[in-house]
């Protein structure tokens, strides 16, 4: 068990007190998910231009939102902000010490893909090798990292192709990714783990977590969020530049399994 939780934002004029209201928000999201991982936290944050801003560490979210490593990414919070994504861990595979393992993982090169990903895939290794997929460390989420920029370009990562190698995997998946290549357009995948959202229209804003409750927690007695139903089995991209409609891609599975069951691989 491990947490997402985020926000994304349109690239639009934010006054200080807006800013600092989104930044306070995604710190309790990241503090309310301790419980689902309570033993690596990571963030990242996007900018429209694909600059991005990285920081994990094998402490407690409610430690690491006190560090300073976290009030350096946090402080880049700026109008052209689209994606703040965090994750609390909880490890399956990989130590929490190495924090090669911790989520956010990042990609190679200048324009890396950045995934987070809560539950498991038992068949990460026999993938890789079958696929030929590039591996760096010993955490099975990385596989998913590699599936993204496998499905990746300038126009950011290809929601069909993806969801086509995705039901080669077999486990447990939510998961949040982004091509800094085309940082407007985020993926929200929810499989056979939990994910759930939230949505201010008036701000262009969505949010979102592992549990609602961590989410409503975090909003508290703010009004104007509106929910999103996210059903299982679903890719979901949302493009920043106009927020809503989302589009939705179904993820091919076997029906009378809990699980992904692997297709054969090329």
């Not at 201010?200 to 009004?223: K, N």
């Not at 179904?250 to 692997?262: G, K, Q």
Request: hydrophobic share 35%; net charge neutral; aromatic share 4%.
């Amino acid at each position: 068990m491990c947490g997402l939780v985020g926000t994304l934002l349109s690239s639009r004029p934010r006054s200080g007190d807006e800013l600092c209201m989104i930044s306070d928000l995604f710190t309790r999201l990241l503090a309310g998910s301790e419980h689902r991982g309570p033993h690596a936290t990571g963030v990242a944050l996007v900018c429209a231009n694909g600059d991005h801003y990285i920081s994990k560490s094998p402490v407690p979210a409610s430690r690491f939102v006190t560090s300073r490593d976290y009030r350096l990414v946090i402080d880049k919070l700026a109008n052209d902000t689209t994606l703040l994504m965090g994750h609390t861990r909880w490890p399956t595979r990989g130590s929490h010490l190495d924090n090669a393992n911790n989520h956010p993982l990042v990609g190679d090169g200048r324009k890396p893909c950045i995934i987070a990903h809560n539950g498991h895939i038992s068949n990460h290794d026999s993938l890789s090798r079958l696929m030929n997929l590039k591996r760096d460390a010993e955490v099975d989420s990385e596989i998913l990292l590699r599936l993204a920029e496998r499905n990746a370009g300038k126009c950011g990562i290809d929601p069909v192709g993806l969801a086509d190698d995705i039901s080669r995997c077999r486990g447990r998946l939510s998961s949040v990714l982004i091509a800094t290549s085309h940082p407007t357009k985020i993926l929200l995948i929810k499989g056979n783990q939990p994910l759930e959202a939230r949505y201010h229209e008036t701000r262009e804003l969505i949010a979102y977590a592992s549990e609602p409750e961590i989410l409503d927690s975090a909003i508290g007695s703010d009004r104007g969020w509106e929910v999103i139903e996210i059903p299982a089995w679903r890719l979901v991209v949302v493009d920043t530049r106009r927020m809503m409609p989302l589009t939705a891609y179904p993820i091919p599975r076997h029906s009378n399994d809990e699980e992904w069951r692997p297709r054969p691989c090329p």
